[in-house]
């Protein structure tokens, strides 16, 4: 091995020389053996130089000139991709989206997915206000219907109308009645269909009626309610008419009976007690009613009607035989 401690007293000596030559012919044979792999992802190696942008190789390096080119394309697209992103914030804003240069195309891509595309022709007369929508035209449009709520309506004598264009968000209630049914209108009058059946008397045929009535013996008024003017209509005795009850014989022994409703024609009074027990009044002699057999010689025998001068007003058994005073007679009179 050549010497290597060299200083500036030693002596060069030829074996000196001749070891620095037989190292360096080695160092030229050891250089000469040497074999440098290619060049891998995994290991250094010799690279060779490759002049494109769009090699696939994993073992070529690429020069400077295609960096430059690389560079410039990559410049070229950077532009292009701002001036498109400014043309999508545009069209986001057109749309009524708030967008910003900004962002990142995931932010800008998500609100473009977000974007309905419309393609109806509703107007904002076709719209419940205050709903928004978009169509055709465009986007964000506020509906214009008008909203009614619940109402409840009242039947009057003019129609009422729940005009045309709007939304009926609440219930609308058209009052009915229960007696709203023909026997509580008036005859042949219609409201809503029901055709009336109710009959009603003027108060000139109610006055008439109420004297009607009274002639017959039934005393009657024009303020009497229908449902009494009916019971009194009942209450007309039709044929003869009567009356009977009990009567005491005053201080002559005679009956005088109060009764003005109508004018006694004929009648009995009798009692068990005295004897005879029997009158019949203005029964002729032999004439038969309800199996009584009259003794009446004349119209005028034993009874008076309300028209006699003693007690007017008042039925008379008069002849003084109703004897004893005081005593108990029951009666009944007739109309004739």
């Known amino acids: 091995m050549a010497k290597t401690d060299w200083s500036i007293n030693n002596v060069v000596r030829p074996q000196d020389m001749n070891d620095i030559g037989a190292e360096i012919n080695q160092l030229r044979d050891d250089v000469d053996h040497i074999e440098v792999p290619p060049a891998s992802t995994t290991k250094a190696g010799i690279v060779q130089l490759n002049d494109a942008t769009n090699s696939p190789s994993t073992t070529q390096a690429g020069t400077a000139n295609a960096v430059k080119k690389a560079y410039e394309r990559a410049d070229a697209a950077f532009t292009a991709g701002n001036e498109r992103k400014q043309q999508v914030v545009d069209v986001l804003i057109a749309k009524g989206v708030t967008a910003s ?41 506020v509906g214009a219907i008008p909203s009614k709520g619940t109402a409840t309506i009242t039947p009057s004598t003019a129609n009422q109308t729940i005009a045309a264009g709007q939304y009926l968000s609440g219930i609308q209630t058209i009052l009915g009645d229960p007696d709203l049914v023909a026997g509580n209108l008036p005859k042949d009058v219609n409201i809503f269909g029901v055709v009336g059946a109710l009959e009603r008397m003027t108060t000139a045929e109610k ?113 003084n035989i109703f004897s004893p005073v005081g005593s108990s007679w029951e009666y009944i009179l007739y109309e004739g």
């Open 101 to 141: 240069t900004s962002e990142s195309w995931d932010s800008l891509i998500a609100k473009l997915m977000a974007i309905v595309k419309a393609m109806g022709n509703a107007t904002v007369a076709d719209v419940l206000a205050p709903k928004t929508f978009s169509n055709a035209s465009g986007n964000s449009f």
């Open 207 to 319: 006055q008439a009626l109420a004297a009607e009535i009274t002639a017959k013996g039934v005393p009657a008024s024009v303020a009497d309610s229908n449902a009494l003017l009916a019971q009194k209509i009942g209450q007309i005795i039709t044929g003869k008419r009567f009356t009977s009850g009990t009567v005491t014989s005053d201080f002559q022994s005679n009956l005088v009976i109060p009764f003005s409703s109508w004018l006694v024609k004929f009648g009995l009074a009798w009692n068990s007690r005295t004897t005879p027990y029997l009158f019949a009044g203005r029964i002729y002699d032999g004439r038969n009613y309800g199996n009584i057999i009259g003794d009446s010689a004349t119209n005028g025998g034993r009874l008076q009607d309300q028209t006699n001068t003693v007690y007017p007003g008042s039925v008379l058994f008069s002849g």
